[in-house]
């Protein structure tokens, strides 16, 4: 081995050089990134630091696109909010990567820095979020008063978007009423119950099992009877380990999906049978988090982009897919929210839970531990 | 050979050479460096971590689900191997069996999984069939998305690849060697227990290794299969680099991949060897 390992590390080198060479160029000018608006609505805080909203949306016009990224079309409504966008203001929107999770995100903007393909936006669950602070340019929407201090960084690195509770979808042609979480251990459910994902990876998923722990005797310090719970349901042969989608709840795979409320929700407007359960007593409530990236390739589209979000027009868009936006209390002293749609979110009974940073730490400390062991 | 031309030899050598070095080589190294690493400083941290109860499981089934799966596909692959090399070179079963191998040992990932999930999934062709003219309800609690419905389904590449590989070890045993065992007295089964066997061995263990190996990094098919608890190695690593719940385990996954790697140079190691061993008989 000896004669053949000088060969390899100079081989080696020479890999390295050939990397470097294929690192992706800098970008200069790409899309009109130089003049006017763009270097202002790099660093602008506001709309007003723009000439208030007129000024923003002209730059952004001059820019004329957007790239976002990890939005699924059926999550949330998004597909109705980006062509509203784009219509409203004639700027293309590029969509990546629409099943991406949280960390892919991060990864991406990473990874493409300095390009025009970078993400301009980020939509994240909490932990992704809170642990990336510093990749977020500090903007305050307009309607920033309106969104109550726990739900946004007082700088304006970060602002929640919308969210809802955990809950239980179920196909009633195929499966009785569903109440409780302790119900999905009947013979009736035997192969026909999944989980949005695996909890160590995906935020719907962790959230399913805290509250299986809520419903179980747990707390939100406590997530072990949640990882028990599924741990019975694994050996009543009622735990079905597919990943749902849309397509597998409406060919019938998984007959029961717990998931959040706003996704279950959207499910229904396709499958009539399809009944969206919030458990009494066990409501865990789950924010996203929106921010703009500090190094957007269209800074000020990124920007106007969070303002149709955090606009009635936005909210009432996510409202639409079953979710409930951040700003749906003033909205609703103000007269402006989407009645119908408000009034057909699924009822809640209980004190809503909404897990901290510390327990949610904690609670991911033992999931790892003890999760795979338990369903693998 | 002048030293001229064994230059001109290795020139045209050079866009193999690059090719390796940015697509094997490269990421080799980066993996290698980075399981010893955790920003940027140099760590055993990612190392020690594969020695943790959930990394030690899930190399188990890794390992259980490759060495069923490489075994299953060794052996019924070699008794169809064995039934198409006994046809003449000709003959249009054997090239039916060889052409249909050939595609199917590369008819992996996401495809397969899906054709699987629509023949025996929940609401499946057969499942539903089973369902309503027998009565009986094979899908169960989902044994298809576990362990036992991921070495059904690898076994589906596994059989038509081990007809591949096997099929020149099988060809080169010689018709004049049975006749001479047969003359000297032997009996089918000492023809086989003391000639072909001990002959044939070699190229059976090394294929299976090599089945073994194409099992072990196999993973798409698994993603689409199994969403729960990350029961392989390759869902694993996905986990560590795209997990929302748990943060900061790209290194990790640099371990985790640097583990397969040794795992599958072993078994490399061990296939050159008996490939050495048979190539002897093969001439």
């Known amino acids: 081995m000896a004669k053949s390992s000088l060969r390899v590390s100079l081989v080696a080198g020479l890999g390295v050089m050939v990397l470097a060479a294929c690192a992706p160029p800098s970008d200069n000018g790409g899309s009109d990134s130089g003049s006017g608006g763009g270097s202002d609505a790099k660093t602008a805080t506001s709309a007003a630091d723009l000439g208030g909203m007129d000024g923003l949306v002209k730059a952004a016009k001059k820019e004329g696109e957007l790239n976002v990224i990890a939005l699924p079309p059926d999550w949330a409504n998004y597909a109705n909010i980006i062509k509203g966008f784009s219509a409203k203001y004639g700027i293309k929107v590029n969509s990546a990567q629409p099943d991406a999770a949280s960390q892919d995100e991060i990864n991406a903007a990473k990874s493409l820095k300095g390009t025009t393909r970078a993400p301009d936006v980020f939509d994240l669950g909490q932990s992704v979020a ?5 990749m977020f340019a500090d903007y305050k ?27 239980i979808g179920y196909d009633s042609s195929k499966v009785p009423d569903v109440t409780g979480v302790d119900d999905l251990l009947g013979k009736e459910f035997k192969g026909k119950v999944a989980l949005n994902g695996d909890p160590t990876t995906a935020g719907a998923a962790f959230s399913g099992v805290m509250m299986a722990s809520l419903a179980s005797g747990g707390s939100a310090d406590d997530i072990a009877p949640g990882v028990d719970f599924f741990g019975k349901l694994k050996k009543a042969g009622n735990f079905l380990p597919v990943d749902p989608t849309s397509a597998t709840i409406e060919s019938g795979q998984t007959p029961v999906v717990i998931d959040w409320d706003y996704l279950n929700a959207a499910e229904s407007k396709k499958l009539d049978s399809w009944k969206v359960v919030v458990p ?9 988090y929106q921010a703009v990236n500090a190094d957007a390739p269209h800074p000020a589209a990124a920007r106007l982009w ?24 003033a909205m609703v002293k103000a007269g402006t929210i989407d009645k119908a749609a408000y009034d057909a979110l699924p009822p809640v009974n209980g004190q809503a839970v909404t897990p ?3 327990q949610t730490e904690k609670a991911t400390t033992y999931l790892t531990a003890n999760w795979a062991k338990t369903v693998g | 050979m002048n030293r001229f031309s064994r230059f001109t030899a290795w020139l045209a050598l050079l866009p193999f050479l690059l090719y390796l070095l940015v697509f094997l080589v490269a990421p080799t190294l980066t993996v290698m460096v980075g399981a010893f690493q955790e920003n940027g400083r ?15 499981h899930v190399l188990r089934t890794s390992l259980i689900l490759s060495a069923v799966s490489a075994l299953v596909g060794a052996v019924l692959g070699a008794f169809l191997t064995y039934l198409v090399a006994t046809r ?25 999984a899906f054709a699987f999930i629509a023949t025996l999934g929940f609401s499946g062709v057969v499942t539903e069939a089973l369902r309503s003219t027998l009565g009986v309800d094979i899908f169960g609690s989902g044994w298809l998305f576990g362990l036992p419905g991921l070495i059904l389904v690898y076994s589906y590449f596994q059989i038509p690849l081990m007809v591949i590989v096997f099929l020149p070890a099988l060809d080169g045993i010689r018709p004049q060697w049975r006749e001479a065992a047969v003359n000297l007295g032997a009996s089918t089964w000492q023809y086989w227990r003391r000639v072909a066997g001990p002959m044939l061995l070699p190229a059976f263990l090394g294929s299976a290794l090599l089945l073994f190996a194409n099992a072990f990094a196999a993973y798409a098919t698994a993603a689409v299969l199994v969403s729960q608890g990350q029961p392989i190695l390759p869902l694993l690593i996905r986990s560590a680099l795209t997990s929302e719940v ?3 385990r790209q290194n990790l996954a640099f371990a985790l991949a640097f583990e397969m790697v040794v795992v599958v140079a072993v078994v490399m190691t061990l296939y050159s060897l008996l490939v050495r061993r048979t190539s002897r008989w093969l001439r």
């Open chain 1, 306 to 329: 969070e303002e149709y979000l955090y606009s009635d027009e936005g909210q009432n868009g996510w409202l639409g897919g079953g979710a409930r936006p951040v700003r749906a209390d």
């Open chain 2, 246 to 248: 748990v943060l900061g």
């Open chain 2, 42 to 56: 140099f760590t055993l941290v990612n190392v020690q971590a594969l020695f943790s109860g959930t990394v030690l």
């Open chain 2, 88 to 112: 003449p070179a000709t003959s249009a079963f054997r090239r039916v069996v060889t052409a249909v191998s050939g595609v199917l040992a590369q008819f992996g990932g996401v495809p397969l």
């Open chain 1, 141 to 167: 929407v307009s309607t920033w008063d309106d969104v109550p201090a726990d739900f946004k960084d007082e700088n304006g690195a970060w602002i929640n978007d919308y969210g809802g509770y955990m809950s």
């Open chain 1, 356 to 358: 901290t940073v510390a």
């Open chain 1, 130 to 134: 809170l642990a990336n602070t510093s």
């Open chain 1, 280 to 288: 009494d007593n066990a409501v865990i409530a789950g924010y996203y």
